[in-house]
């Protein structure tokens, strides 16, 4: 009778000496933490399509900037319907999908979280652009050109996935402990990689364009506060426009900074080496970087009222009108 219920415990019972062993979590705990990541996986589709849907179909906001948030909601959209789905199944239950499915599903998340990144980058390029060299932000910055930025982003992202999984590629299944556990190996080169591509040098970038940005941002401060009445009012519309701009840096300076206090978690539980404390952490950080993509829509619901109106009129079924891709959200 013992043993049977001993062989309960393993993912595969008739293959005993090579088989997993079940999650050992209490079973409420494994429902209550299913359920949990179920509801923040729900919210971020939800919150992330309705991103797509309003940047997509309101042709006012069609802007250089916004085209860069549409293209991170679609990554934090596929975080939220493909990675947090296979998380839950991984963390709650055993691997039954086989060797190719966990790799696919290794690689599905390497890339959207390289493809983040570049997002993160290009969108602090642009508010570079837009502050500091204001005057020929125009002509610097269109959308063919962000199109273009992005699609490059995109395919980086799935060349340098591709690089960083290269053994695990060559040696499916070799990383496993067990029969029913989904392992990837990652050679030293591809850590190496991927920690320098992913983390060091993005970081670097965002780091000093913002601080770029925060620098010239506060002198234009100064200089509006100090602005006297008695200026034409071809000047005062160029101040607003500025107002404008510092108000978007500063709201996707907030963008920036949630994303990188969600990010750095992840890498320093890999450069912290390997123990059984750093182990258990890295369980949270992983989830705190897939929150991330439900968060980006908060952020943008909070400081764009252009977002809340758009929302307003999706949710209402007013897309569906005739020639709603015109109305006035902003």
């Known amino acids: 009778m013992m043993e049977k219920e001993d062989q309960l415990e393993f993912c595969f019972p008739q293959l005993i000496n090579i088989s997993c062993r079940k999650p050992t979590s209490h079973w409420s705990d494994g429902v209550f933490l ?7 996986s729900i919210f971020t589709v939800v919150l992330n399509l309705l991103v797509i849907i309003s940047i997509s179909h309101f042709r006012q906001v069609h802007t250089p900037t916004n085209l860069l948030l549409l293209s991170l909601a679609v990554s934090d959209f596929l975080v939220g319907l493909l990675v947090w789905p296979g998380e839950i199944y991984m963390r709650t239950s055993c691997w039954t999908l086989g060797d190719v499915f966990s790799f696919l599903w290794f690689y ?7 493809a983040s990144v570049g997002n ?4 602090s390029a642009d508010r570079y652009v837009a502050i500091c060299d204001p005057l020929h932000y125009n002509t610097k910055v269109t959308v063919r050109r962000v199109q273009l930025c992005v699609c490059l982003c995109w395919f980086f992202a799935l060349l340098l996935c591709s690089i960083i999984l290269k053994d695990g590629l060559t040696h499916l299944g070799k990383s496993n402990s067990c029969y029913g556990e989904c392992v990837i190996g990652i050679g030293f080169e591809g850590r190496i990689i991927d920690l320098v591509m992913v983390f060091i040098l993005p970081l670097s970038i965002i780091i000093t364009l913002y601080m770029r940005v925060f620098v010239v941002a506060v ?4 200089a509006m506060s100090s602005h006297v009445t008695s200026v034409t009012l071809q000047h005062s519309v160029f101040v607003r426009v500025k107002t404008s701009e510092l108000k978007a ?4 300076g907030i963008l920036v900074l949630v994303f990188l206090m969600c990010l750095c978690p992840i890498y320093s539980v890999s450069l912290a080496g390997d123990n059984k404390i750093i182990s258990s952490f890295a369980k949270y950080a992983i989830y705190l970087f897939y ?8 952020i943008y619901a909070l400081f764009y009222p252009w977002f809340r109106r758009a929302v307003r009129r999706v ?6 009108q005739p020639g709603s891709y015109g109305d006035n959200i902003l």
């Open 249 to 252: 840096a500063r709201t996707l």
């Open 120 to 123: 993160m980058v290009l969108i």
């Open 34 to 40: 299913s359920v949990l990541l179920g509801i923040i």
């Open 291 to 298: 929150l991330n993509s439900c968060l980006n829509p908060l």
């Open 219 to 222: 002198s234009q401060a100064r």
């Open 315 to 320: 949710v209402t079924l007013h897309i569906l």
């Open 108 to 114: 599905m998340t390497v890339t959207l979280t390289s």
